[in-house]
T-cell receptor
């Protein structure tokens, strides 16, 4: 089992919808997580960091962490075509990344 | 500030050749990292450094070497290039390791092909 696992997608959502991206992890020692966005051919950029159980909101983005179930999710509200990118989940403690989920937002 | 810079942007190597990927940052960051990203995959940590003179292995260090003689520079050395090292290499830096107070800044990447 991979330490940090994501569905590669693509996840296709219409403009204005909520995009839900999920990530599961195997090591209970992982306490905190990053979500990065990566446009094709570009370097990753940090969107969110979460270390507490529950939700963390920043603008249109909400990260959710459930340590009991060992999953992390990222919700993008009011999705825009400019959100089309690959979203990478990473364990901060181990600096291990998932393979990323490709999101496509169509007009 | 230029942020994190990497050179070269692209490189093609023959099997067995060696090269150094350069990485520099002008943000006075203590921590620096090297990652590789294979097509359609996430990033894998090769080496990292918590300060000048201190380096440590990451998830996939085999075939690579690093040094950190200054705070600003963190070069990655490939001694005997192999096709399995074909990848995009990203360098990153952060002031410290506490992500609640700081973040990793990534360079633009070096696309390396070994034939």
């Amino acid at each position: 089992q991979k330490e940090v696992e994501q569905n590669s997608g693509p996840l296709s959502v219409p403009e204005g919808a909520i995009a839900s991206l999920n990530c599961t992890y195997s090591d209970r020692g992982s306490q905190s997580f990053f979500w990065y966005r990566q446009y094709s051919g570009k370097s990753p950029e940090l969107i969110m960091f979460i270390y507490s159980n529950g939700d963390k909101e920043d603008g249109r983005f909400t990260a959710q962490l459930n340590k009991a179930s060992q999953y992390v999710s990222l919700l993008i509200r009011d999705s825009q075509p400019s959100d089309s990118a690959t979203y990478l989940c990473a364990s901060v403690d181990k600096l291990i990344f998932g393979t990323g989920t490709r999101l496509q937002v169509f007009p | 500030n230029a942020g994190v810079t990497q050179t070269p942007k692209f490189r093609i190597l023959k099997i067995g050749q060696s090269m150094t990927l350069q990485c520099a940052q002008d943000m006075n960051h203590n921590y620096m990292y090297w990652y590789r990203q294979d097509p359609g995959m996430g990033l894998k940590l090769i080496y990292y450094s918590v300060g000048a003179g201190i380096t440590d292995k990451g998830e996939v260090p085999n075939g690579y070497n690093v040094s950190r003689s200054t705070t600003e520079d963190f070069p990655l050395r490939l001694e005997l290039a192999a096709p399995s090292q074909t990848s995009v290499y990203f360098c990153a830096s952060s002031y410290d390791s506490n992500p609640s107070t700081d973040t990793q800044y990534f360079g633009p990447g070096t696309r390396l092909t070994v034939l």
